[in-house]
């Protein structure tokens, strides 16, 4: 049975959770594309890289230039995920090795972009990014060019369930046990139990520190975004 996954994205000046500023310049989404979302326990599971103005984008090729963490973490186990020999997609593969939830993590390096007026601002209107456009007023620079540093961030959660054939039922949830984040430079760090019926909360944090006045926007896949809420924490109500 094929689930819709809700995504969470954060924006945030120069660095986003799910960001574009890259080909295609006027996509503003990235994401962690697992081949399985409730993969089976010890069979090896892909995972691309995305992009696009909402889904399904498409496959960011792994450049070793582009990656500055790319990890897998189930219980207290963190370990890197390496590019695959002689591919450059899917970025990464893993056995899952224990049931329950297992989260990976990416953080881009760096980069600079360059965007002609006209076109940085459809991106500051489209992003709901209104205090950058009141600034750039202000300041007399709406003729000119708008220029970011911006890294991208991501993370996915995965159900891992024991290996069957043929369709399963979700993997058996324990009580749900707050995770620590993994530590990337913006990250989105869970307060609330993903499975559990009711809103999700979520905390953004920059550099490890509660983010605030940031715009946060909920989607669903195959929909429009469901809401957007200031930081420093938010809760959404998932959508039926």
């Known amino acids: 049975m094929q689930q819709k996954q809700p995504v ?36 090896p599971l892909g995972l691309e890289l995305r992009v696009g103005d909402r889904f399904p984008g498409e496959i960011v090729r792994r450049d070793p230039t582009f990656v500055k963490t790319f990890v897998v973490r189930a219980g207290s186990d963190v370990k890197a995920l390496p590019a695959l020999p002689g591919r450059t997609a899917p970025a990464a593969a893993f056995r899952p090795t224990e049931p329950g939830r297992t989260t990976v993590a990416f953080e881009s390096a760096p980069r600079f972009l360059e965007l002609e007026p006209t076109r940085f601002r459809s991106y500051l209107q489209e992003e709901g990014l209104t205090d950058v456009l009141a600034q750039r007023r202000e300041n007399g620079e709406t003729q000119e060019p708008g220029r970011e540093h911006y890294a991208r961030c991501a993370k996915v959660l995965l159900d891992v369930g024991e290996s069957e054939t043929g369709e399963r039922e979700p993997p058996e949830q324990g009580p749900w046990k707050y995770e620590p984040p993994i530590g990337l430079t913006l990250e989105l760090e869970l307060l609330s139990d993903p499975n559990a019926d009711g809103p999700l909360e979520v905390r953004l944090l920059d550099r490890g520190e509660p983010a605030r006045g940031v715009l946060v926007t909920c989607v669903r896949c195959g929909e ?8 420093e924490s938010t809760s959404q109500e998932p959508s039926p």
């Open 8 to 43: 969470l994205a954060a924006v945030l000046g120069t660095a986003a959770l799910f960001v574009a500023a890259g080909p295609p310049l006027l996509a503003h989404d990235f994401w962690i594309e697992p081949g399985s979302f409730r993969p089976e326990l010890g069979r």
């Open 224 to 231: 429009a975004p469901a809401g957007h809420a200031p930081s």
